[in-house]
T-cell receptor
Framework: GESVGLHLPTLSVQEGDNSIINCAYS??????FIWYKQESGKGPQFIID?????DKRQGQRVTVLLNKTVKHLSLQIAATQPGDSAVYFC??????????FGQGTRLTINP | NAGVTQTPKFRILKIGQSMTLQCAQD?????MYWYRQDPGMGLKLIYY???????DKGEVPNGYNVSRSTTEDFPLRLELAAPSQTSVYFC??????????FGPGTRLTVL
């Protein structure tokens, strides 16, 4: 069965605000997570990843937080822009690069 | 580099027909993958390959076959199409355990 799941199927934010997309996982032994962005009609695109030996990792305008105690991770997007509109997936890497995807959160940006 | 390319973009099949979805990558990646994405859902792994001549089942392999005769190509074969195989199919590739790059997808409808 699914081992990662997202909390909300949709999220609307105002342009310029920060967005937070959440994801929970069930296996406490899980040690590698990846966030993907999927724009309409396209394949997923890698955003950022994090391994279990880290609590936080930052990229350009994005931050991923991993809370192993409650088995939760989040993707934070700073100063959300119209180009950030997409479906965001968290995925668990279960070894040999086998990815298990959550259902996704559709992020909508309001002008 | 073209990256990961997939053909066709769209296809409608009748129940019982067969077809091959083509996937090619020009990044010299050793790992390649096939996923399917049903509406409103995350991607599910069908088959993957860690190198030419080596393939293995993913989460949902039933009804599909693959081959990997070259590093560049990883075709997915549907022998007896069924309505349950209506989906969007994504091919991806990666260099060992690094990030996966996805193709644009093939939208398949089985009627």
């Amino acid at each position: 069965g699914e081992s990662v799941g997202l909390h909300l199927p949709t999220l609307s934010v105002q342009e310029g605000d920060n967005s937070i997309i959440n994801c929970a996982y069930s296996n406490s032994a899980s040690d590698y997570f990846i966030w993907y962005k999927q724009e309409s009609g396209k394949g997923p695109q890698f955003i950022i990843d994090i391994r279990s030996n880290m609590d936080k990792r930052q990229g350009q305008r994005v931050t991923v937080l991993l809370n192993k105690t409650v088995k939760h991770l989040s993707l934070q997007i700073a100063a959300t822009q119209p180009g950030d509109s997409a479906v965001y997936f968290c995925a668990e890497n279960k070894g040999a690069q086998k990815l298990v995807f959550g259902q996704g959160t559709r992020l909508t940006i309001n002008p | 580099n073209a990256g990961v390319t997939q053909t066709p973009k769209f296809r409608i099949l009748k129940i019982g027909q067969s077809m091959t979805l083509q996937c090619a990558q020009d990044m010299n990646h050793n790992y390649m993958y096939w996923y399917r994405q049903d509406p409103g859902m995350g991607l599910k792994l069908i088959y993957y390959s860690v190198g030419a001549g080596i393939t293995d089942k993913g989460e949902v392999p039933n009804g599909y076959n693959v081959s990997r005769s070259t590093t560049e190509d990883f075709p997915l074969r549907l022998e007896l199409a069924a309505p349950s195989q209506t989906s969007v199919y994504f091919c991806a590739s990666s260099y060992a355990h690094n990030e996966q790059f996805f193709g644009p997808g093939t939208r398949l409808t089985v009627l």
